[in-house]
């Protein structure tokens, strides 16, 4: 066979021509290849891409298909979130806004929809469903699908998924969710607890854990919730403090008034409530001490003291073993065992010495100590203890300077003499005024005391009407208005001589206290000890009132009903248990009437300062039908014209 040569030579040119001009493609510059790409031109991985595409069989080209799907719907799905309310409304009207509604609305949907879901959508048209059912359906399930797994999601998980779900708590359709995981988290995030003090309707599903850590960040928000329970707590107390009986008691503390945080009386109710709300937790336990230190301030009732003893001996009973206790928690275990057995005081008292002496200068724990020793318990049995002791020292015919015992438990109640405007100052000092008061007033009692023994030793029957003895010293008085627990120990004084039956000590004394008493003690010291004297007067000493009517009626009897409400009370019980054959007396008859005016006119205003409006319903009523026995028995019912009249203006 044989060759062209000519033929030959071409096609090897061609061979060399088309190599040449591959050599020189490949030789192009890559930046060349870039810019064409940039231009519109395809890249070489897309070329190559398009070639294998080119190559597949049918089914594998479905499958690259679906597998392009997939990848797609997953893009969507990380960049997909649910739009609710006002972003919502927002979005679909920026996308309106833009060309091709139509195209706009149907990218929307693929971004938004629920994954799965666009398959059915259909279907439900054709049913002619909404499609908000469909999705509420779907939502409702898979929301009560997540929380069911929550119990099993691992703590750290928590966070970003509390994160995720919190802008839709307000939503009625998924707020569980993110409740779920508020109340099962250990620790909020600040920012969510930001916003949950200021969504008072979401805090109130929360559970308390939750409460608890949002007054953490909070503890504006506990104060206000305090505020309510320690008023609440105040009104109780006083109500329970001049309900009860004290006719025939030897104590001025009304059963019921312990400070057990066991009580089961409706303070104790209380306070059980306020110690769950702080749920152990030191930061929320020192803002209730601060609650109710600041009512105090306000108000100065006495009752805020038995409620700050209350907290410190729950606080220190849920103190761990390794813990410290606070010399405020020293303290208050001294008083409750004071309480709970008041005749081995000694060691109590030196224990209390100690602990206030060790305490630093300026210590705010000296303003917790006062504001206990304040508590009407305390102060009752810390007097009973100083009047017990000058007792004895009157008997032994010693000074009381000299009495070291005498000298501590002085010292002791001095941390509460003006407590309340330390507190008010934040300036604490340690007691003052000890020996001054040593060689005072306690000196006059202490006189009073020796003159009563004297004069039982010289009487062998009953005082007669008309028997006088000095009266205690104007110093006496004035130490009284301005030393509480100088009115303390004259009210066991008192307390002592009305047991006893005398008479002359009861008319002289009472008045004195009633004077000097300032109005929040009234119902805490006051109207106790007065009913204890009116019951005396009415069961031991009832003929010598009588002999002495007049001077009862402007001593004691005036000055009770027009001091406070339920002072007035407690005189008009006196008058109407008084006994039958007195009342035909014309004299006694006028200074009735008189003295139920008297306490008319001063109904108005305690009613409507001191008491909330059940509770002032309540007084009005008892004092209505006081006032009409009273009345009737006077033979005069004009007083009750004048109650009316004056009861109707509070």
Same mark, same amino acid.
Not at 3 to 23: F, I, L, Y
Not at 155 to 165: E, G, M, N, V
Not at 248 to 277: D, F, N
């Given at each position: 066979m044989s060759s062209n040569p000519s033929s030959t030579s071409v096609e090897q040119r061609q061979g060399d021509s088309s190599s040449k001009g591959r050599a020189v493609t490949m030789r192009m510059p890559i930046q060349k290849i870039s810019s064409s790409t940039r231009k519109g031109g395809k890249s070489p991985a897309q070329a190559q891409s398009q070639a294998q595409a080119q190559q597949q069989t049918p089914q594998q080209s479905l499958q690259a298909q679906q597998a392009q799907q997939q990848a797609q719907q997953k893009r969507?799905?990380? =960049?997909?979130?649910?739009?609710?309310?006002?972003?919502?409304?927002? /979005? &679909?009207?920026?996308? +309106?806004?833009?060309? !091709?509604?139509?195209?706009? +609305?149907? %990218?929307?949907?693929?971004?938004?929809?629920?994954? !799965? /879901?666009?398959?059915?959508?259909? %279907?439900?048209?054709?049913?002619?469903?909404?499609?908000?059912?469909? !999705?509420?359906? &779907?939502?409702?399930?898979?929301? !009560?699908?997540? @929380?069911?797994?929550?119990? $099993?999601?691992? =703590?750290? =998980?928590? /966070?970003?998924? %509390? &994160?995720? /779900?919190?802008?839709?708590?307000?939503?009625?359709?998924?707020?569980?969710?993110?409740?779920?995981?508020?109340n099962r988290h250990p620790a909020i995030p600040q920012k969510i607890l930001k916003h949950l003090k200021d969504q008072d309707a979401v805090l109130a599903k929360c *559970? +308390?854990? @939750?409460?608890?850590? @949002?007054?953490?960040?909070?503890?504006?928000?506990?104060?206000?919730?305090?505020?309510?329970?320690?008023?609440?707590?105040?009104?109780?107390?006083?109500?329970?403090?001049?309900?009860?009986?004290?006719?025939?008691?030897? *104590?001025?503390?009304?059963?019921?008034?312990? @400070?057990?945080? $066991?009580?089961?009386?409706? $303070?104790?109710?209380?306070?059980?409530?306020?110690?769950? %709300?702080?749920?152990?937790?030191p930061p929320l336990q020192a803002v209730a001490i601060k609650v109710v230190t600041s009512q105090y301030i306000k108000d100065g009732q006495m009752s805020r003291g038995t409620q700050v003893l209350q907290l410190h001996l729950a606080i220190s009973a849920q103190s761990g073993p390794g813990q410290r206790r606070t010399p405020a928690h020293v303290a208050a275990s001294c008083f409750e065992r004071l309480l709970a057995n008041p005749k081995s005081t000694v060691e109590i008292e030196k224990e209390l010495f100690q602990t206030i002496m060790a305490l630093p200068a300026n210590s705010a724990l000296l303003g917790q100590v006062g504001l206990m020793v304040r508590c009407p318990q305390v102060t009752n049995a810390l007097c009973k203890v100083a009047f017990r002791y000058l007792d004895t020292l009157a008997k032994a015919h010693h000074l009381p300077r000299r009495h070291l015992n005498l000298s501590g438990i002085t010292q002791v109640l001095g941390t509460g003499f003006q407590v309340r405007e330390m507190l008010q100052r934040n300036e604490f000092r340690y007691p003052g005024l000890a020996v001054q008061i040593l060689q005072e007033p306690y000196a006059s009692i202490a006189s009073l005391l020796t003159e009563d023994a004297l004069h039982q030793l010289q009487q062998e029957k009953p005082e007669a009407a008309g028997e006088s003895r000095s009266k205690p010293p104007q110093s006496l008085a004035a130490f009284a208005r301005d030393v509480y627990y100088v009115r303390g120990i004259l009210s066991q004084y008192l307390i002592a001589k009305s047991t006893a039956g005398d008479f002359r000590r009861i008319v002289q004394i009472l008045p004195v206290l009633v004077d000097t008493t300032p109005l929040q003690d009234v119902e805490f010291m006051l109207v106790p000890l007065a009913s204890h004297c009116l019951q005396s007067l009415l069961g031991n000493c009832w003929l010598q009132v009588v002999d002495a009517f007049p001077e009862v009626f402007k001593e004691v009897l005036v000055p009770l009903a027009t001091k406070h409400i339920r002072l007035a009370i407690a005189v008009l019980d006196f008058l109407e248990r008084s006994p039958e054959g007195v009342s035909s007396r014309s004299a006694f008859e006028k200074q009735l009437t008189t003295l139920a005016t008297k306490c008319a006119h001063g109904v108005a205003k305690p009613l409507a300062q001191q008491y909330t409006p059940e509770f002032t319903q309540e007084l009005k009523q008892r004092l209505r039908s006081l006032f009409e026995q009273v009345a009737h028995r006077a033979g005069h019912l004009k007083a009750l014209a004048v109650f009316d009249k004056s009861a109707a203006k509070a």
């Amino acid at each position: 066979m044989s060759s062209n040569p000519s033929s030959t030579s071409v096609e090897q040119r061609q061979g060399d021509s088309s190599s040449k001009g591959r050599a020189v493609t490949m030789r192009m510059p890559i930046q060349k290849i870039s810019s064409s790409t940039r231009k519109g031109g395809k890249s070489p991985a897309q070329a190559q891409s398009q070639a294998q595409a080119q190559q597949q069989t049918p089914q594998q080209s479905l499958q690259a298909q679906q597998a392009q799907q997939q990848a797609q719907q997953k893009r969507l799905a990380a =960049k997909r979130k649910p739009l609710l309310g006002a972003e919502a409304i927002r /979005t &679909i009207t920026d996308r +309106l806004k833009r060309s !091709n509604p139509k195209q706009q +609305l149907r %990218l929307f949907q693929e971004e938004t929809a629920l994954s !799965n /879901t666009s398959g059915i959508l259909g %279907l439900v048209e054709l049913m002619q469903k909404p499609r908000s059912e469909l !999705n509420l359906t &779907i939502v409702r399930h898979l929301r !009560n699908h997540l @929380v069911m797994r929550l119990p $099993t999601l691992p =703590k750290d =998980k928590l /966070t970003p998924l %509390l &994160i995720q /779900t919190f802008p839709y708590i307000q939503l009625e359709e998924l707020c569980d969710i993110p409740l779920a995981i508020l109340n099962r988290h250990p620790a909020i995030p600040q920012k969510i607890l930001k916003h949950l003090k200021d969504q008072d309707a979401v805090l109130a599903k929360c *559970s +308390l854990d @939750v409460k608890q850590q @949002v007054w953490q960040y909070s503890p504006t928000l506990f104060e206000q919730r305090l505020e309510v329970e320690a008023d609440a707590y105040a009104t109780q107390c006083r109500q329970m403090w001049c309900d009860k009986d004290y006719s025939g008691h030897g *104590s001025m503390v009304p059963e019921g008034a312990e @400070v057990s945080c $066991t009580s089961s009386s409706p $303070t104790g109710a209380i306070h059980e409530r306020i110690m769950r %709300l702080c749920g152990g937790k030191p930061p929320l336990q020192a803002v209730a001490i601060k609650v109710v230190t600041s009512q105090y301030i306000k108000d100065g009732q006495m009752s805020r003291g038995t409620q700050v003893l209350q907290l410190h001996l729950a606080i220190s009973a849920q103190s761990g073993p390794g813990q410290r206790r606070t010399p405020a928690h020293v303290a208050a275990s001294c008083f409750e065992r004071l309480l709970a057995n008041p005749k081995s005081t000694v060691e109590i008292e030196k224990e209390l010495f100690q602990t206030i002496m060790a305490l630093p200068a300026n210590s705010a724990l000296l303003g917790q100590v006062g504001l206990m020793v304040r508590c009407p318990q305390v102060t009752n049995a810390l007097c009973k203890v100083a009047f017990r002791y000058l007792d004895t020292l009157a008997k032994a015919h010693h000074l009381p300077r000299r009495h070291l015992n005498l000298s501590g438990i002085t010292q002791v109640l001095g941390t509460g003499f003006q407590v309340r405007e330390m507190l008010q100052r934040n300036e604490f000092r340690y007691p003052g005024l000890a020996v001054q008061i040593l060689q005072e007033p306690y000196a006059s009692i202490a006189s009073l005391l020796t003159e009563d023994a004297l004069h039982q030793l010289q009487q062998e029957k009953p005082e007669a009407a008309g028997e006088s003895r000095s009266k205690p010293p104007q110093s006496l008085a004035a130490f009284a208005r301005d030393v509480y627990y100088v009115r303390g120990i004259l009210s066991q004084y008192l307390i002592a001589k009305s047991t006893a039956g005398d008479f002359r000590r009861i008319v002289q004394i009472l008045p004195v206290l009633v004077d000097t008493t300032p109005l929040q003690d009234v119902e805490f010291m006051l109207v106790p000890l007065a009913s204890h004297c009116l019951q005396s007067l009415l069961g031991n000493c009832w003929l010598q009132v009588v002999d002495a009517f007049p001077e009862v009626f402007k001593e004691v009897l005036v000055p009770l009903a027009t001091k406070h409400i339920r002072l007035a009370i407690a005189v008009l019980d006196f008058l109407e248990r008084s006994p039958e054959g007195v009342s035909s007396r014309s004299a006694f008859e006028k200074q009735l009437t008189t003295l139920a005016t008297k306490c008319a006119h001063g109904v108005a205003k305690p009613l409507a300062q001191q008491y909330t409006p059940e509770f002032t319903q309540e007084l009005k009523q008892r004092l209505r039908s006081l006032f009409e026995q009273v009345a009737h028995r006077a033979g005069h019912l004009k007083a009750l014209a004048v109650f009316d009249k004056s009861a109707a203006k509070a």
